[in-house]
């Protein structure tokens, strides 16, 4: 069975890092591509970003370029999503999604991570 | 980038009725689009993918249309557990998401 798997949610402060996780089993980790997508409150979808952890490849979404930084540990079939210094503004759930189809469509999601941004 | 525009933003349909949500892309995306169902506190779930193919395990209630620049996800007769938002995406290059559609019980 394919999942994935993410960290738990997540209280900090503006200003701060955190580095968030997306496990992958039952699938090939390093032949798909794996993405991130924010949800804010009472809105819509939002693609960030997405890897190809079999050899790193990293694209992102305009919006977020700069703003958050997309990895991966193949040894460990675990992608990653980092800030450096968050905003209030990414107060947010995020979700992970592998593009399991044509490469990237994506027929697999995480349970999301809700990072909560807060002084 | 590529910008996905949904209509309308709520449909008010009653169980039983067809639902028909539309969506444009600001470019032709071939048929490169597909369409999630997002429930209140749950991930993304996906229905269709090139336009028209039913992922697996989607109810044949649910069925899809288009190419290029317009899309079409129809709900045959809407049941109770079908109430909920619809995103459409393109995936031709890379992903853009619509703003959703939130189908609402009238």
């Known amino acids: 069975e394919v999942q994935l798997v993410q960290s738990g949610a997540e209280v900090k402060k503006p200003g701060e890092s955190l580095r968030i996780s997306c496990k992958g089993s039952?699938?090939?980790?390093?032949?798909?591509?794996i993405a991130w997508v924010r949800h804010m409150p009472g809105k819509g979808l939002e693609y960030m970003g997405i890897i190809y952890p079999g050899d790193s490849d990293t694209r992102y979404s305009p919006s977020f370029q700069g703003q958050v930084a997309i990895s991966a540990d193949k040894s460990i079939s675990t992608a990653y999503l980092q800030w450096s210094s968050l905003k209030a503004s990414d107060t947010a759930m995020y979700y992970c999604?592998?593009?399991?189809?044509?490469?990237?469509?994506?027929?697999?999601w995480g349970q999301g991570t809700l990072v909560i941004v807060s002084s | 980038e590529i910008v996905m525009t949904q209509s309308p933003a709520t449909l008010s349909v009653s169980p039983g009725e067809r639902a028909t949500l539309s969506c444009r892309a600001s470019q032709s995306v071939s048929s490169n689009l597909a369409w999630y169902q997002q429930k209140p506190g749950q991930a993304p779930r996906l229905l269709i993918y090139?336009?028209?193919t039913r992922a697996t395990g989607i109810p044949a209630r649910f069925s899809g249309s288009g190419s290029g620049t317009e899309f079409t996800l129809t709900i045959s007769s809407l049941q109770s557990e079908d109430f909920a938002v619809y995103y459409c995406q393109q995936y031709n290059n890379w992903w853009t998401f619509g703003q959703g559609t939130k189908v609402e019980i009238k």
């Open positions: 999604a592998r593009g399991g189809i044509q490469g990237v469509v994506a027929d697999s």
């Open positions: 090139g336009a028209s």
């Open positions: 039952g699938f090939s980790f390093t032949s798909d591509w």
